[in-house]
């Protein structure tokens, strides 16, 4: 009897047995559970867990709840300046409504590839060259909206989208090289320039304030001769003074006649004109006989000789022969005919000079 008895309850028991191991599920932390029972949605979305399901009516399917890392292809695309560009990114998206992305749509990882390629195609069409380089913030924002909108409606929720590579041609690489150097190459001009201007206010600054001390200058000069020295080489330094270059320059200023240019020749001596004749040097008596010719009272210029005034002597004996034309006779010649012996139109006695005792001794003439 007790034999009858526990067969069908051993039979009954490991009916239970297998039952249970056919209803039971374990649902982990990052999943949940959505039931479907005869191929209608129950309404409760099993938490993680131990959870049982009826076998043979009811289907469990897990969804993860993590946040998933999809990378997108990299896409080929002209920018809106005609540049053609290669961009591929990365999408961070979630699951927020496990039901929806088992019932909306039939797998919602790749229909989340799918709209994050054609939205890539998309932004890259609508930006510059520029724009997909230095502003990849405001890219990135853009791409996330165009994700996001359809992704709602499948119980997916887009955390972020990061464009992560340009890639560019090889020429257009050379040309932006190029770019990037020109404006380098300004940038330092314009530096220096602006050095150059704020140290030469300095240095005039400097040296205003030097010129009410004269002893500033050497003692900077010193400076300069000591920081030379102290580079231990064979240099040897000569201060020359600025003053002594100056004073040069004025006293060959100096040399120059008044009145002549560089590149201009000097004008030629002139005789003097009759009537400029000085008359402390021309002999006072040939003055007085002109003066008697003339018919106004002035000065003959046919009977003064212009280059009296122009005398010089020389202390060379004079040579054997006969003297030069026009001057006086020796004494004892005898005089001309009609010759006044004395009178305004006779000439003085002419007595030279005693010369010095160490100058030779001879006789002097005029040339004429």
């Known amino acids: 009897m007790v034999q009858e008895l526990l067969v069908p309850l051993v039979a009954v028991l490991s009916c239970g047995l297998v039952y249970a191991m056919a209803a039971a599920r374990v649902v982990k932390q990052y999943e949940r559970g959505v039931v479907l029972r005869l ?42 300046d005609n540049v053609t560009v290669r961009v591929d990114a990365v999408i961070y998206f979630k699951v927020v409504d496990p039901a929806s992305a088992v019932i909306q749509v039939e797998d919602y990882r790749f229909a989340v590839s799918q709209m994050a390629q054609t939205s890539l195609r998309s932004i890259i069409g609508k930006s510059d060259l520029d724009d997909l380089l230095s502003d990849r913030e405001k890219l990135n924002q853009g791409l996330e909206l165009m994700i996001d909108s359809p992704a709602v409606g499948w119980g997916v929720q887009i955390d972020r989208v990061e464009i992560k590579d340009v890639s560019l041609p090889e020429t257009m690489k050379r040309s932006m090289a190029r770019q990037a150097e020109a404006d380098r190459e300004r940038r330092a001009r314009v530096i220096n320039a602006d050095a150059e201007l704020q140290a030469s206010k300095k240095l005039a600054q400097a040296a205003q304030q030097m010129s009410t001390q004269p002893a500033a200058l050497q003692l900077r000069l010193l400076q300069t001769v000591v920081a030379v020295a102290a580079e231990k080489n064979s240099t040897l330094v000569l201060p020359f003074p600025v003053e002594l270059l100056r004073f040069l320059e004025r006293a060959q200023q100096g040399q120059q006649p008044q009145g002549v240019h560089d590149g201009q020749q000097a004008p030629e001596q002139q005789l003097p004109e009759p009537d400029a004749v000085d008359p402390n040097v021309v002999d006072p008596g040939l003055v007085d006989s002109a003066v008697a010719a003339s ?22 004996p004079l040579p054997d022969g006969s003297l030069a034309d026009g001057a006086p006779e020796p004494d004892g010649a005898p005089e001309p005919d009609g010759a006044p012996e004395s009178g305004p139109g006779a000439l003085p006695e002419f007595e030279p000079e005693q010369p010095p005792e160490h100058a030779r001794k001879g006789r002097f003439t005029r040339h004429h």
């Open 295 to 316: 018919s106004d009272g002035g000065v003959d210029p046919s009977a003064v000789d212009p280059t009296v005034a122009l005398q010089t002597f020389t202390d060379q």
């Open 39 to 80: 191929g209608r949605l129950h309404d409760a979305v099993r938490p993680p867990g131990f959870t049982m399901i009826v076998p043979g009516i009811d289907r469990l399917r897990k969804v993860n709840m993590q946040i998933v890392t999809m990378p997108v292809p990299a896409q080929d695309g002209i920018t809106r």
